[in-house]
Structure formats: C-alpha cells, structure tokens
C-alpha cells in the first residue's frame, strides 16, 4: 500500500511540472508576438490642378475634293506623282484638247460671219430709212429690212455666246488643283475616255484634302457640354460662346503625352436626341503631315478653372468592390479605411475628389500589411512628395 501511494505521488508530481511547463510556453509565445506592421505614411499633396475631359475621336480634314472633268473626252496627260503636295493652281490632268480647239475656231468663225450679216443688215436698214415710204419702198419692206437687222444682231450676240462656251470647254480640258493639300492616287490612266458634266454619272479621276490645319471631330455629353459653357462664359463675361475658343490638347494612339495643342473651333447646333451627345470641333496645325484625316485620336479639353485639390499615389489606394479607399492613421497610430472619389492623374498622382481632408495622415505603402482598426508603426519619410516616398521605398 505504502508503494502504491508513492507511484500516485511521483505521477502527480510530473503532471504538475508538466503543466508548469505549458503555462510557461504560453507566456513566452505572448512575450514574443511581433510587433504592428511598419509603413510608410505622408499627408495628401496639395496642388493647383486643372480638371479634363478626355474624348477619343476621329480627324477629319479641313477641304476635301473630288477632282472630275467638266468636259468628256479621252484622258491626255497626268502632271503628278501619286501622294504629293500640290498647291492651288498646279496643273493635274489634261483631256485632248484637239476637238475643243476646232470648235472654239468655228464658233470664232460663226461670230464673223454674225458681224458681216450685222453689218449688211444695217446699211440695208439705212438705205430703206431714206427713201420715200409709200413711193419707192413700202412700209412693208422696210419693216423686214428691221427686222433682218435684228435677227443678225441676235445671231451676233448667239454666236458670241457659243464662242464663249466653246472657250471655257477648252480651258476645262486642263485641269488644276482647287485647293492645296495631298493628291491621292490616279483613279484613270492615260488614254481612257473621261466622262464629264455637271450632272450624270461623271468619272472621279482623283481626290485632294488639305493638310494644315486639320480638324478634329469628337462628340461629348450634355453635362461636359455645360461645363464648357461655363468655361467659356468666365473666360469671356460678355457673351458665352458654346465653348469656342476653349485650348485643347490631343495625342496620337502611339504617343503617351498630350503634345499637340489647338483650340475648340465648332460646336454643333443641337443635341443628338437618340445619343444625348453633341458633336464638337477642334483645329489642330500639321505642318509636318503626320496628322491624317481618318486617324483615331484622344483629345483632352479642360472642364473647369484651376483649383487646388488634394492628391496620393495610386498605390495607397485600395479596392473594396466597387468603393475605392485609403487608410488613414490616427494620433494612436490606428489605421482606418476612409472611402474616396477618384479624379484624374496629375503628373502620376492620383486626385482626390472627395473623401479626404488636407490633415489626414495616409498609408502611402505597406498597403497589404494592414487591417482595418489595426495597430501600425507609422514611419515618415523625409521626401516632401508622396510620389517621391512611394518610389524611394518599392
């Protein structure tokens, strides 16, 4: 008996070291539980921004022409190269001039053959007023003899009308460059009859458009439509002016910067009922060329009039369904999602519509460390723009 109360003894005793040594491990694990996160925090920037609307649209070319002939008859010569620069007035094409120039000669002719029946119908005319009405020439007679002399007066006057017509045909034969631009290719070669008129079915031998400057087409919605109106009116207290005269600046599909600058020059009239937009107009100089009716675009217009606003990173901007929020650290270094209106970005800040104020305290990285009401270890860096500690710090 006396052994078996010792073996209860000694098996108790090790439950009770066990235990202790359990209750010490806990104590240890709690001693060492890592400390709040570290990250990087700043104040929001403040900056004088201006507010854009960005559309994407389409260039259309100032003058666009089809070059077609006013007179058929087979194609002569061709005066240009496929796709140069012409400029107003440079010969393009030549129709045969041969049966033009032989109808102006006749046309000439019937004019002298107008002015000698003129000329006998006028000395016959005389004749007839001096004689005696009555005894040597009736009154019949020299009523034809007037007669006579205006028919040949209006024949005259027709043939000198055909003469005309028959000269304008053969300058029409060559035909030159109605505006300055770029030519597109020869739609008929040399040799081919050429249909011409100013009615019917008449044959296109080639297209001009102008390139400098060039016109940029794009259609906007009713309420950015009334954004530049107030634009334009605080710009011009007079009178508002729908816009017109608003800067612009626009970007190529290739490009990654707004580097061509132009004006608003056209806003349409009404509001397209079936899209609730309206088409607008900016001009843009192309000296070089590059620009080219037909190319897509992304044209910036600005909305507002400058104003200060508060901006962060993109990174210190996180994500909850469709809500967009930073995390804000309060006096007791606990981080709090605060939810935010985006704008645009501004020299690679984002804006900060609404959500923010100018003395919240931010988490500008360490972004995935943190957890809504949790404790971190807030650490300022010294660079004054939260761009700069961003990039200082990845």
Not at 16 to 36: I, N, R
Request: with cysteine.
């Amino acid at each position: 008996m006396t052994q078996r109360f010792a073996t209860i003894g000694a098996v108790l005793l090790l439950l009770s070291a066990g235990l202790s040594g359990c209750g010490e491990e806990k104590s240890a694990a709690q001693a060492a539980a890592p400390p709040p996160p570290q990250v990087t925090v700043a104040k929001p920037t403040k900056k004088v921004v201006t507010d854009y609307d960005e559309y994407v649209g389409r260039f259309v070319a100032l003058d666009f022409v089809e070059v077609r002939a006013r007179v058929s008859g087979y194609l002569d010569k061709i005066h240009f190269t496929d796709g140069q620069m012409v400029k107003v007035g440079d010969p393009l094409f030549t129709v045969d001039r041969r049966p033009f120039q032989a109808a102006l000669d006749q046309a000439k002719a019937t004019i002298e053959q107008g002015k000698a029946n003129v000329a006998f119908a006028e000395a016959d005319l005389e004749r007839g007023k001096n004689l005696p009405v009555g005894t040597v020439i009736t009154q019949q007679t020299l009523d034809q003899r007037v007669q006579a002399e205006r028919v040949a007066q209006a024949n005259l006057t027709a043939a000198e009308a055909q003469t005309r017509q028959a000269d304008l045909d053969l300058q029409f034969t060559e035909l030159s460059a109605p505006i300055s631009g770029r030519i597109g290719d020869r739609r008929v070669s040399v040799g081919n009859l050429v249909t011409g008129g100013t009615t019917g079915t008449t044959t296109l031998l080639a297209t001009i458009v102008s390139v400098d400057p060039i016109r940029f087409e794009f259609t906007m919605d009713e309420a950015s439509y009334l954004r530049y109106l107030n634009a334009a009116s605080v710009q011009r207290a007079d009178s508002v002016d729908r816009g017109l005269g608003l800067n612009a600046q626009l970007k190529l599909i290739d490009e990654k910067d707004f580097v061509h600058q132009g004006r608003i020059d056209f806003v349409d009239n009404a509001i397209d009922t079936s899209s609730g937009t309206i088409r607008g107009r900016a001009v843009f100089k192309n000296a070089d060329g590059r620009l080219t009716p037909g190319m897509f675009g992304r044209i910036r217009i600005q909305a507002q009039q400058p104003a200060e606003a508060l901006l962060v990173p993109d990174q210190a901007i996180g994500t909850e369904q469709v809500r967009k929020f930073v995390y804000a650290v309060n006096s007791e270094n606990v981080a709090t999602p605060k939810y935010v209106t985006l704008g645009p970005v501004v020299d690679g800040l984002r804006v900060i519509t609404a959500g923010l104020s100018a003395d919240d305290t931010i988490i500008v990285n360490g972004l995935m460390r943190v957890r809504p009401g949790s404790k971190v270890t807030p650490q300022q860096l010294e660079a004054s723009n939260p761009k700069d500690q961003a990039v200082r710090t990845n």
